[in-house]
C-alpha cells in the first residue's frame, strides 16, 4: 500500500507557541491530503482537507486562522498549529487520498501526538 | 452524517469469533474498515463498494448490504493481534468521508 509519512511523531511545547507538523507522501504524489483529530477514546475528526496548490477546506468549527495549512506540493502537506493551548493537545493523524479506478481510498500517516503545557 | 456502530466494545478469548456491525441513515456508496492500536493511526483493512459484495482477507471478512445500508466486519478465531479498535467509514453519494465512532475489540489468551 501507499506510504504516508508524518513529523514530528511527538511535540511537547509551552502555551502560545506554534507547532508545525508535516504529512509526507513517500511513494505517490497526492493531490489531496486530510488532517484529522483524535481524543483519547474518540473517534477520528476531520478537521480540513489540503488541497495541492489551493486553499484547504476547513471543517465547521475549525478555526482555519489557527490551524493552517499548506499543501505546497503533490507529496507535502503542513499543519501549523498556531498559538497552540493545552486544550489544543491531541494525537494529528494525516492522510493522503489514493485514486482508485472506481473509488479512493485513504491512507493513514503515523500521527503525531501534541502535548501543550 | 456519522454512521453507527455496535457494540461498541467486545472482549473475546483467543479463537473466538466476532461481528461488528456499521450502518448508515443514508444510502451508502462505499464502506471502508480500519483497525487502529492504540497509539497508532488508523490502518487499511479493506472496502467494499456494491451491495452484496463480500470480500476477505485471510480470517477477517466483511459484507455489504446496499439496502440495509449497512456493513458488518467478521473476525473469525480471533487471534491476539486482533485487538484494537475497528472503524467503519463511509462514503454516502455526494459526500465526503465520515469514520463511525469506533468498536473497541479486545481479544483475551
Known amino acids: 500500500g501507499a506510504v504516508v509519512s508524518q513529523h514530528p511523531s511527538w511535540v511537547i511545547c509551552k502555551s502560545g507557541t506554534s507547532v508545525k507538523i508535516e504529512c509526507r507522501s513517500l511513494?505517490?504524489?497526492?493531490?489531496?491530503m486530510f488532517w484529522y483529530r483524535q481524543f483519547p477514546k474518540q473517534s477520528l475528526m476531520l478537521m480540513a482537507t489540503?488541497?495541492?496548490?489551493?486553499?484547504?477546506?476547513?471543517e465547521q468549527g475549525v478555526e482555519k486562522d489557527k490551524f493552517l495549512i499548506n499543501h505546497a506540493s503533490l507529496t507535502l502537506s503542513t499543519l501549523t498549529v498556531t498559538s497552540a493551548h493545552p486544550e489544543d493537545s491531541s494525537f494529528y493523524i494525516c492522510?493522503?487520498?489514493?485514486?482508485?479506478?472506481?473509488?479512493?481510498?485513504?491512507?493513514f500517516g503515523p500521527g503525531t501526538r501534541l502535548t501543550v503545557l | 452524517q456519522q454512521p453507527v456502530q455496535s457494540p461498541q466494545a467486545v472482549i473475546l478469548r483467543e479463537g473466538e469469533d466476532a461481528v461488528i456491525n456499521c450502518s448508515s441513515s443514508k444510502a451508502l456508496y462505499s464502506v471502508h474498515w480500519y483497525r487502529q492500536k492504540h497509539g497508532e493511526a488508523p490502518v487499511f483493512l479493506m472496502i467494499?463498494?456494491?451491495?452484496?459484495e463480500q470480500k476477505g482477507h485471510e480470517k477477517i471478512s466483511a459484507s455489504f448490504n446496499e439496502k440495509k445500508q449497512q456493513s458488518s466486519l467478521y473476525l473469525t478465531a480471533s487471534q491476539l493481534s486482533y485487538s484494537g479498535t475497528y472503524f467503519c467509514g463511509t462514503v454516502n453519494y455526494g459526500q465526503n468521508f465520515v469514520f463511525g465512532p469506533g468498536t473497541r475489540l479486545s481479544v483475551l489468551p
Open positions: 511513494d505517490f504524489q497526492a493531490t489531496t
Open positions: 467494499l463498494l456494491k451491495g452484496g
Open positions: 492522510s493522503a487520498r489514493v485514486s482508485g479506478r472506481v473509488t479512493d481510498t485513504q491512507y
Open positions: 489540503s488541497n495541492e496548490g489551493s486553499k484547504a477546506t476547513y
